[in-house]
């Protein structure tokens, strides 16, 4: 997957929140905004769900 650079502009409480979170969830700041948008598209029915093979569990 190819990476685009884009400029954003946003509000600094904004900002500040996402820096807290991205640092409580182990992420750069930019990974942590990608990763926001990306679940409210995944959410949304706005992005390409993958294709996952469930998991067969042996019977117990």
């Not at 700041?29 to 294709?51: D, F, H, P, W």
């Amino acid at each position: 997957m190819a990476k685009k650079a884009y400029p954003l502009r946003i509000n600094e409480d904004v900002l500040n929140a996402m820096q807290g979170w991205a640092e409580d969830e182990l992420r750069s700041v930019n990974a942590q905004i990608e990763y926001v948008l990306r679940e409210a598209l995944r959410k949304s029915g706005r992005s390409k769900k993958k294709a996952v093979n469930p998991v067969e569990l042996p019977d117990q």
